[in-house]
Nanobody, 127 residues
Framework: QVQLVESGGGVVQAGGSLRLSCAASGRTSSTYAMGWFRQAQGKEREFVAAISGAFGSTYYVDYADFVKGRFTISRDNAKNTVYLQMNSLKPEDTAVYYC?????????????????WGQGTQVTVSS
């Protein structure tokens, strides 16, 4: 079992920045692929960013088109933590942000492919 706890959400003005963290505990390892997803009120959960697990020293990342150039996903395996740095935030980025994990060396995008989920952290961007 893997437990995930997100933090770092809050209220920020448009154009501002936030850094989300996802701390993993339990049966964690660098071989878990990690992802960030978000769900706005009344909408389905959608993919934001993902980083592969590693069977070596190389990681791969992928981003949804609407965050490319603004968000950066990274991981610190020594701390069992994945980050989502969010810059140039827009009101439409307002949502609950979730991190997820699955045992994989690849970048994993589909929501349904993830095994473990955190409880989410609210991000609100005011105009």
């Amino acid at each position: 079992q893997v437990q995930l706890v997100e933090s770092g959400g809050g209220v920020v003005q448009a154009g501002g920045s936030l850094r989300l963290s996802c701390a993993a505990s339990g049966r964690t390892s660098s071989t878990y692929a990690m992802g960030w997803f978000r769900q706005a009120q009344g909408k389905e959960r959608e993919f934001v960013a993902a980083i592969s697990g590693a069977f070596g020293s190389t990681y791969y990342v992928d981003y949804a088109d609407f965050v490319k150039g603004r968000f950066t996903i990274s991981r610190d395996n020594a701390k069992n933590t994945v980050y989502l740095q969010m810059n140039s935030l827009k009101p439409e980025d307002t949502a609950v942000y979730y991190c997820a994990a699955v045992y994989s060396a690849s970048v994993v995008v589909p929501t349904s492919s993830y095994t473990y989920w955190g409880q989410g952290t609210q991000v609100t961007v005011s105009s």
